[in-house]
């Protein structure tokens, strides 16, 4: 268990609708990593928060935002979705904004399936 | 981050070591390797990371050459619960810049009983 949790563990949806995810970090940890998995793209990163702010953002869709509240809790909401969004998608924590000592933990992450 | 190169899978027999070798020859100076697993669909996992010098916890060891163009993580005993998928990742340790993972593909440890 790494400390992080997500809900919901399994979404269902059809296409055009939004769905919103959520992520608690590890207590401590200020730091919020959003990553998406799909079969064909593999594991990649979407967007960072550190301590409320965005920090870094990666591959990810316009139609995709996310935010990180003051309890440090994030949530990623994914709107107009599409089959090609269906994917697991995973929370990870850190205690710093990275750094050299700054390994991520991973949640169990949220299987997404637009239908 | 530099990009790094693993064999697409690897088979160990349960009980020996497992040695799992990443190539990242473009590495730069301030760039860490870090060694992640992921089991089946579960959320990858962190290992053990290093710069220079060889690292040990209680996981694994991670040998990195000494020009720092490649490495090898060192299960020391596999077991069937290390059948995992393991990812080598070169990332920037400190500074300004962001430290995300970038995931390439790994390499698919299947241990055999």
């Known amino acids: 268990d790494s400390g992080v949790t997500q809900t919901p563990k399994h979404l269902i949806t059809a296409t055009g609708q939004r769905v919103t995810l959520r992520c608690s970090p590890r207590?401590?940890?200020?730091?919020v990593y959003w990553y998406q998995q799909s079969l064909d793209q593999g594991l990649q990163f979407l967007i960072q928060?550190?301590?409320?702010?965005?920090?870094a953002k990666g591959n990810i869709l316009e139609r995709f935002s996310a935010q990180q509240f003051p309890d440090l809790h994030s949530e990623l909401n994914l709107s107009s979705l599409e089959l090609g969004d269906s994917a697991l998608y995973f929370c990870?924590?850190?205690?710093?904004?990275?750094?050299?000592?700054?390994?991520?933990?991973f949640g169990p992450g949220t299987r997404l399936t637009v239908l | 981050d530099a990009k790094t190169t693993q064999p697409t899978s690897m088979d160990c027999a349960e009980g020996r070591a497992a040695n799992l070798p990443c190539n990242h020859s473009?590495?730069?100076?301030?760039?860490?390797v870090y060694w992640y697993r992921q089991i089946h669909s579960q959320g990858p996992q962190y290992i053990i990371h290093?710069?220079?010098n060889n690292e040990t916890n209680e996981m694994a060891s991670l040998i990195i050459t000494e020009d720092r163009k490649s490495s090898t993580l060192i299960l020391p005993h596999a077991t069937l619960r290390d059948t995992a998928v393991y990812y080598c990742?070169?990332?920037?340790?400190?500074?300004?810049?962001?430290?995300?993972?970038?995931f390439g593909k790994g390499t698919k440890l299947s241990v055999i009983p």
């Open positions: 990870a924590s850190s205690k710093d904004a990275g750094g050299r000592m700054g390994e991520q933990f």
């Open positions: 207590s401590g940890d200020l730091s």
């Open positions: 928060y550190y301590n409320g702010e965005e920090r």
């Open positions: 473009t590495i730069s100076g301030n760039e860490y």
């Open positions: 290093g710069l220079k």
């Open positions: 990742i070169a990332r920037v340790g400190s500074g300004a810049g962001s430290y995300q993972l970038t």
